[in-house]
């Protein structure tokens, strides 16, 4: 969890393994576009960052952060990929879809995580409002696209 005490950008660099040889697939809900679109420019310059190619970093859209589930999904099924990272943002409304999403997403991935060959990197931002998105997408507590990157390449290596 992101606090005062820990920042989802903060790493050491050097400790992280070179990315140079590896293939990411990265699925991004379009909810929420400007929490997403920060999530994502985090996640893929950290990645290049640290020595990722473009041309293997393969980035696919989904329309909420439900539909994560199923492009993370397919990206499995079709392999290539050291690791693969989903990017969304749910926002707590007046009604407890938040919860169902929320949990939908989570067993979802975890699912897949024991399932699937390929470690998949769950990059859900799930907030009470739209500042505590804002603060971990490139705000005070830094961005969890950054964070995700790089479990992606330490997963990818493991
Ligand atoms: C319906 C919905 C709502 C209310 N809120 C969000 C949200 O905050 N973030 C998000 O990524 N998606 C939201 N969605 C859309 C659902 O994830 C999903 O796309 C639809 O229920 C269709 O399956």
């Known amino acids: 969890m992101a606090t005062a005490l820990h920042n989802l950008s903060d ?11 590896m293939c ?13 679109g920060a999530l994502l420019n985090g ?14 970093i393969h980035v696919k859209t989904v329309p909420g952060s439900f539909e994560l ?39 979802g991935i975890a699912r897949l995580n024991a399932k699937s060959e390929i470690p998949v990197i769950y990059g859900l931002l799930t907030t009470l409002d739209m500042q505590q998105a804002l603060d971990r997408c490139g705000g005070k507590y830094g961005n969890k696209g950054d964070e995700c990157a790089i479990d992606a390449i330490k997963m990818a290596k493991f």
């Open 11 to 21: 790493y050491e660099f050097d400790k992280i393994p070179d990315a140079s040889n």
């Open 43 to 56: 996640c893929m310059s950290t990645l290049e960052k640290h020595g990722a190619l473009p041309e293997n």
């Open 24 to 36: 990411f697939g990265i699925v991004v809900a379009e909810w929420n576009p400007e929490i997403t």
């Open 69 to 107: 589930i199923y492009g993370a999904h397919q990206m499995t099924l079709n392999g290539g990929y050291d690791a693969i990272i989903i990017l969304g943002s749910v926002i707590k409304g007046e009604t407890p879809h938040f919860d169902y999403i929320c949990q939908g997403v989570t067993y």
